[in-house]
């Protein structure tokens, strides 16, 4: 039998891609892993948990949320959920028609098991913080990303963004780094576990630092990985070229003992579901709630550590928006980082002028339209300038 707080399965399929038509997965080529990093600046705190999953289900959100609120007392904004997007890890969480397009058959154990080991690697972090110091910074590699929704007609975000923490008393480091390509280097064809490139790039900063390396996916949205071979060799080198960057960049970047660190979230009631079928054809909202059942409302959701602000999205949120949104920041003296699945998941968040294409992203997974871009741009907007005053900033 299944049962999810040993973790144990008879089998599980993988999630990621409709072509495996939910089959089990057949071995391990990667560990995947759930880490977590707590910060704490004199009353501010948050505990930024990234996981290698496709995405961070509502319902596994909602109920590490329910068990980090008793213990140690957190609120929404100070719990920062992310998954790498990894098309090679654990499905089975998912009901409904769409997630099990995605995700395989409906696992209900699964879900036990992702809530007792988030909540328990959150719960970890908290107990294990000391005195620290910390330095962030960004390089731009543009040669592992590229636009996959309209190629060169389109921009790309090739920023690879970065913070660095070092504990005082052991001299132990964490590394969190985020990089917009999409984390679909191998293919459907692939049936093992894996991490894909993200995995590559955690496994190796780890081998050269001797800490802990987290990844978020960033703005992955209309953003593919440019490999240079094709399969587990392109995802390797991929992923191993990253982290040999990040590692000599981190290396350079100032550390420091004393930052800002504030924390905001923003309930965001959702427009009619619009989901199109073809130019002059598209599914009622009450129809296409049917076969994506989503909740009437999600959340957007800040920090800033320092000069960086971090915003998580719930959705593949374009990384041609993220461009935006980081311009807007440059202007106020800021930078900013845009990262994608944060306890929820709403298809695709692409710019408004791609909305009547007929495509993957821009049809099929564009659940909400240009409604949902405009709103979600407006409220990100708001949230970096609450977080860029220093009246809500703590020293």
Known sequence: MDDGRAGQFRELPLAGYGARRGRPSTGVRQDL???????????????LVAS??????REVAEEVLRH???????????VYFTATHTHGSLGGWGEGWVAEQFGGPFVPEVRVWLVGQLTRVARQAWASKGPAS????????????RNRLVGDAGTVDPEFAYFRVRRDDDGREALWGSYSAHATVLGAGEMRFHGDYPGVWQESVESATGGLALF??????????????????????????????????????????????????VTFGLPPLRVRLGDHL????????????????????AVRIGPWIWLSTPCDFSGELALELK??????????????FNGDYLGYVIPTRYASMDGYESRTMSFYGPALTEGFMETLGGLMEVLGSTAVSRP
């Open 216 to 265: 978020a996916a960033g703005a992955v949205g209309s953003h593919g990985p440019k490999a240079t071979r094709p399969g587990w060799d392109g995802a390797r080198q991929l992923g191993e070229d990253l982290a040999r960057r990040t590692v000599e960049s981190s290396r350079r970047c100032r550390m420091m003992s004393e930052v800002q660190l504030g924390t905001a979230a």
């Open 327 to 340: 311009q807007r920041a440059r202007a106020a003296d800021l930078r900013c980082a845009v990262t994608s």
């Open 52 to 57: 290698d999953l496709l995405i961070v289900p």
């Open 68 to 78: 980090l609120a008793a213990e140690p007392g957190l609120r929404r904004d100070q």
């Open 33 to 47: 892993w759930t880490k977590a990093l707590a910060l704490e600046v004199a009353d501010q705190r948050v505990v």
């Open 134 to 145: 910390i330095g962030f910074d960004a390089f731009d590699a543009p040669e592992g990303v």
């Open 282 to 301: 598209g599914l009622r909202a009450w129809a296409a709630a049917r076969v994506l059942p989503v909740a009437d409302r999600t959340t957007l959701q």
